[in-house]
Every structure is written in C-alpha cells, then in structure tokens.
C-alpha cells in the first residue's frame, strides 16, 4: 500500500503508476471498498495521511480540510465552534461489515447523504471547491470558499459520487451550518406505506422545516423498539421554535392519528442503515419519487422475499432481499424501469458484484459521455478501474 504524506506525493505515486501501467485502488478510511464492483488493481493509494485543516472561518461558515480526515475529527472541531456538516454524512460501517474510520473524501466520493438532506441538500450542495489529482498525476483545483455560479464543467460535483474514478480528491472546501439548539422527533404509529408518504408529503408541506421524514413499516421498525409501523419526523430550531412547529404539526396530520414526541433518537440508526446490518441479505438503495415509492415496494414484495423502509420523504428506499446469484437484479430493474427512478445495488458479495450492474444502467447518449470524460480526466485507466463499470 503506498501511503504519501503530502498532495505531491499523490501526485508523484499516479504518475509513477501510469509509467508503469499499474492500476491503483484509491482509498483513505477503507469503509466504502465494498461499494460499487470490485476494484481490479494491483496496488492500493491511501490518503489516509493528508489529514491537515486548511482553512476554517467559523464566522464564514466555511471550512477547507484535506481529505483524509476522519469524519469524527471533522465533528469534533466543528462541535468547538457549535457548528456541523450540512448533509448528515452516514457511517455505514455497520451495513457494509467494513472497518476502519470513514472520512471526509470518502462521503464526498460516493455521495453519501443522511436524512437531514431534505432539508439542507446532499453532500454535492455542500461542496465550495476541490482539488484533485487525476489519472495523468497533474493537481487541479476547482471551485473556491463561497458559493458562486460556473460555466463548464462543475467540477467538484462531478467528482462527487464519482467513486474516485476522475481522480484522487486531495482537499475539499465545505460549507457548514450552526448546530441547532433542541431537535424533537414525532412518530404517528400503525400508518401503511401509503398513509405514511401521505402523511410525510404534508408534513413537508408546511412552513415547519422538517429536516428528517422517514417511515419504518413493522417488520422493520421493531429492531428500532417500537411495536408498530412508525412514521417519524423531525423538527429543530431554538425551544420556542421546536414547539411551535410542533403545534403546527400536530395539527396538520391530525387526519392520520396521534402525533406525538418520543424521547428516542432513531435517526443515527435510520442514517447508517442500521436495521438491515447483521445479515446476508442483499440490500439496494431506490431513489423515486415519494408517490412512486409505496407501489413500487409493493410491486417488488409479490415477486420476491423482502423488507423496505423510507428516508427522505419516501423519495428514498432501502430494500433488503436474498442475495442468490443476481441480488434479484432483473426484478428490481424490471420494477423501477416502469417509473422515473434508478437503483443502486449497495450490499452484496464480490462475487455478486461483479456479475450484475450495480449502478444504475445509463442510456445510450449519457454513457457515452461518461465514457468521454473518464477519457479526458483518466486516460490510462488507472484509477480504481471496474469499480463503476466491468
């Protein structure tokens, strides 16, 4: 494994790898390997020592830090200045039966967004510049430390969620929010799938600032403790704030039964998957939209075995099912090709893995262009090769 200190000696360690035509795995934490399809490289680039802080301006609400960082250090000095990462980055750790300590580049690599993302946006949203190495050893930088608009190519978010495919991110600037001072969640129990989307929709729609919506049928929600399918939501803000969005709420959905506040925290669990870890099944991510997304579990429930949960207003599903040879692939495809979403397939073997698509397959047009691109920014194909495509 070839571990640099130093942007340079990244840059150095790819450069070196394309005169040798020796294909490098990119990693930092480890805790993401066993997303997308096997890595077919011969040697492994670790950034897990560029772990310096380049900028902070809490006053700003900016903050530029290299990407190795672990995520729990990054916490840890935002929590000095009360503050936090807008998108709730999730540890998936747990589901993924990986070690290791997940870091920044890591979440902005694969695009991993938490359940606050309704209401602050995903991880691309939060990104003000990178820089990056690509698959020629050259360091680039895109973007800067405010929000501003771009013609082109908007490069930080376009390597975010590439799955270090364009290249080595070796710093990020992030914006970051104020932490809040009460957060509360709500829970209305023994509502359907449908009900529940309902219920999360109106929710939504209402000057409340709901930054969570999430619903746990019963089969899923007792690994949480409760007895029931449960929907939840949560408000923030300063006491007062809290309880008058809580009012408003109550209010709302009264047409949906009791709205009431519980003491528990369920969303780190919901964040990190955590009802589906532990076991062998399969699991796929289906990103829809929120009316789709009860007819679409139900579909996929009359033709094989499995167990779903919603996040972000039900435009989000978690979907376990029996691995076998193709972790069901074609059904789901089949399922999700008659409404306007895609499926990722987040847990299974390598085996696996490696035989079906885990992404979502793209038209004609958009993968040739993907093609293009990993062409310009890759073009010996040496940076995690196979992970995205065989």
Known sequence: MLTPDSEAGVAAAIRDAVVSKTPLELTAGGTHRALGRPVQA????????????TLYEPGELTLVVQAGITIAALNKLLDAENQQLTFEPPDYRALL?????????????????????????AARDALLGIRYVNGQGEVLRSGGRVMKNVTGYDLPKLMCGAYGTLGAITEIGLKVIPKVEVVRTLAILGLDDAQAVAAMSGALKTPTDVSAAAHLPQSVSKELGFTDAVTLLRVEGFETQAAYRI?????ALSEFGSVETIESDPWPAIRDVMMFAGDDRAVWRLSVKPTDAPGLVAALQTQIECEAFYDWGGGLIWLACDEGADAQEPIVRD?????????????????????????????KPIAALSERIRAEFDPAGILNPGRMRG
């Open 335 to 363: 399922a999700i090709s008659n409404i306007d979403g895609h499926a990722t397939l987040m847990r299974a073997s390598d085996t696996v893995r490696a035989a079906v698509p885990v992404f979502q397959p793209e038209p």
């Open 97 to 121: 039966s990986s070690t290791g300590e997940p870091t920044i580049g890591g979440a902005i690599a694969v695009a991993a967004s938490g359940p606050r993302r309704l209401r602050a946006g």
């Open 247 to 251: 009012t408003v709420l109550q209010e």
């Open 42 to 53: 011969a040697q492994t680039l670790s950034l897990s020592e560029l772990t310096g802080v």
